[in-house]
């Protein structure tokens, strides 16, 4: 797919836009530009149309399209349903989330505990997974909101949404789940699963980014974060039309999770016992839980992952560290720390992940290559004695 001989295994991250979304997308980003909210022929047309991208990732979804607010990702998603639910009720100031959340809730849960509010962060065992029964007792009288992703960004693991959607159901409180990694991967149905709110991204299914959705279950009210009468009060702001037309088409490409899924997992398998069989130090992060077929988080050999990264990109190979840039250096990745693991594997952890445009040459070339990167680096630190 890449003009460019990159061999991209950094799909957690972001996809490349798939060239069905791009068609898709086309008119209107030229003369389908009016605005939907427009009582002309012509807003008519691209209101339609807002409604047919809308019905596909409501399908994607199991969800009804009145539950569905498009957004500007899923970082607004996560903020609109934090912060909605948060504000419904003064006498409510207590929030549960865990250890191992993105970014785009830890900061924003650790702004509500400046405003006053109180958070419980859930651990995680050294697989990466959550104990139902730690969020069990964390209930409490006041706890207004539980927030937990379905699915990692670092390491893949899946955590039992439904289970926990249900403890929270019998305690009278909210679900909300950031799904920004599981669409797409795993079957998602909110008909069944309990959840009141669940945040996504088009940008991590092929289509493009600055686009997202908050599904909100029927009948649930909350203030919204951006007033306005778009989006039927819930989201306001002229609708990014092009962006959202993207994310129903790249909703489409779905249709056949199972294949996908299978595919993606052979290639996984492939890239992690060819890289274990190479190096038997190696370990992987979270192997032991239920991961999403597509993530592999892998301390391969000793040594900082950046050097390897680096190493691999001038081989024209893109993957990820979990670690966070910062000012002054990089932050060891929260979500291995949290997991206890030992400084050395997570700062010597890579992150690869695998998608539909890989194909099984891309893990031959990089378990090809990573011997010879290890010798480089084991003779630059021999020399650097
Ligand atoms: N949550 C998770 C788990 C993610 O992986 C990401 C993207 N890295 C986000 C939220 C933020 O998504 P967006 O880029 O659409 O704001």
């Known amino acids: 797919m890449n003009t460019e001989s990159v061999i991209y295994l950094d799909n957690n991250a972001t996809t490349e ?18 605005n ?36 500007s990702g899923a970082t607004e998603s996560n903020h609109a349903a934090l912060l909605g639910v948060m504000s419904l009720n003064p006498d409510k100031c207590h929030l549960i989330t865990s250890t191992v959340e993105h970014p785009s809730v830890l900061l924003l849960c650790r702004h509500l505990e400046r405003i006053g509010m109180e ?43 439904e289970e926990a ?14 799904a920004t990694q599981a669409l797409g991967k795993i079957p998602l149905d909110m008909s069944a699963s309990g959840v009141d709110l669940l945040s996504c991204s088009a940008h991590k299914i092929h289509g493009p ?46 249709q056949s999770l199972i294949t996908e899924t299978s595919y993606l997992k052979a290639l996984r398998e492939s890239l992690e016992t060819g890289i274990l069989g190479l190096f ?21 050999f000793p040594g900082d992952s950046e050097a390897l990264l680096h190493h691999l990109e001038e081989h024209g190979i893109t993957a990820a560290t979990g670690a ?5 250096g990089t932050r060891p990745s929260h979500v291995l720390m ?30 090809n290559i990573l011997p010879k990167i290890y010798q480089d680096i084991v003779s630059f630190s021999a020399l650097a004695v």
């Open 338 to 367: 949290a997991m206890g693991l030992e400084k050395s594997l997570v700062q010597s952890s890579l992150r690869f992940s695998v998608g539909r445009y890989n194909q099984q040459e891309d893990v031959t070339q990089l378990l």
């Open 165 to 178: 959607a249900a403890i929270a159901k019998s305690a009278g409180v909210l679900f909300h789940t950031d």
């Open 17 to 34: 836009l798939a060239p069905e979304v791009l068609t898709a997308m086309m008119p209107y980003l030229s003369n389908q530009y009016a």
């Open 119 to 161: 958070v419980t962060y859930l651990p995680v065992d050294t697989e990466g997974q959550l104990n139902p029964d730690h969020l069990r007792v964390a209930i409490r009288p006041d706890t207004a909101l539980i927030s937990l992703m379905w699915a990692n960004n670092e390491t893949g693991v899946i955590f039992p949404i």
């Open 36 to 71: 939907p909210s427009s009582a002309s022929r012509m807003g008519a047309a691209v209101k339609a149309a807002i409604g047919d991208a809308r019905a596909a990732v409501a399908t994607l979804l199991g969800c009804r399209t009145a539950e569905l607010v498009f957004t």
């Open 280 to 300: 038997p130090m190696a370990r992987v992060h979270g192997a032991a839980a239920r991961r999403l077929a597509n993530t592999s988080n892998i301390s391969i």
């Open 324 to 328: 966070a840039c910062a000012a002054g």
């Open 209 to 254: 980014k600055g686009i997202g959705a908050l599904y909100v279950r029927k009948g649930l009210s909350m203030v919204p974060l951006i007033f306005g009468h778009q989006e039927r009060g819930r989201r306001g702001g002229t609708e990014n039309v092009p962006a959202i037309i993207g994310f129903g088409a790249a909703a489409q490409l779905y």
